[in-house]
């Protein structure tokens, strides 16, 4: 077994947040998450508001999580399974340390 993490980050739309808490729970009840607001700033102006497209910035919710390297194709698999078009953006990271001071 492998003691090998990664560092999962999504950027979802807020209108997703409680569906993804739910999945979250049920799929990283070992090691947790969080969550916190964000403005996502990119030049793609499709889906923003008027609003969003005057200030350039568009709200989402990050959450970021450890996963074991042997689990993370099946989070993967399951979120791709879940939100297949909803727009999330991801990034996963190896993760050099972590702990708890």
Avoid: C
Avoid at 30 to 52: D, M
């Amino acid at each position: 077994m492998s003691n090998e993490e990664y560092l999962v980050t999504l950027n979802i739309p807020p209108s997703l947040e409680e569906m993804m808490v739910d999945n979250l729970l049920l799929l990283e009840s070992e090691h947790g998450f969080s969550s916190f607001q964000v403005y996502a700033h990119h030049h793609e102006n499709q889906g923003l508001s008027l609003a969003e497209q005057v200030t350039g910035r568009q709200k989402r919710v990050r959450f970021q999580m450890y996963v074991p390297k042997d689990e993370l194709p099946a989070l993967l698999a399951q979120l791709r399974q879940e939100f297949s078009g909803s727009g999330i953006q991801y990034w996963v990271l190896p993760v050099i340390a972590n702990g708890v001071l």
